[in-house]
Nanobody
């Protein structure tokens, strides 16, 4: 079992940056791939980024490629999402996930709100 707690969301102007953090409990964290998803108002949940267990491989949605960076620190049981050059369309609730695929995951955090003003 893995419990995930996100932090770092907030309100930012377009062009600004935020860094989300996801603290995980459980000894198996370093064995798990991790990911971030988001759900914008009135839209389906969508994949944002993922990272393999060691941090050597990452994947991104086309909409965030070149602007967002996923990373992890296995010693701290934490995964990060650095979001730069934010756009109003990035406004969403962002969810940390463990053992993700492109569509879903085995474990979810409670979500953190990111709002980008124009």
């Amino acid at each position: 079992q893995v419990q995930l707690v996100e932090s770092g969301g907030g309100l930012v102007q377009a062009g600004g940056s935020l860094r989300l953090s996801c603290a995980a409990s459980g000894r198996a964290f370093s064995n798990y791939a991790m990911g971030w998803f988001r759900r914008a108002p009135g839209k389906e949940r969508e994949f944002v980024a993922s990272i393999n267990w060691s941090g050597s491989s990452t994947a991104y949605a086309d909409s965030v490629k070149g602007r967002f960076t996923i990373s992890r620190d296995n010693a701290k049981n934490t995964v990060y999402l650095q979001m730069d050059s934010l756009k109003p369309e990035d406004t969403a609730v962002y969810y940390c996930a463990a053992r993700p695929t492109r569509d879903t995951a085995d474990y979810w955090g409670q979500g953190t709100q990111v709002t980008v003003s124009s």
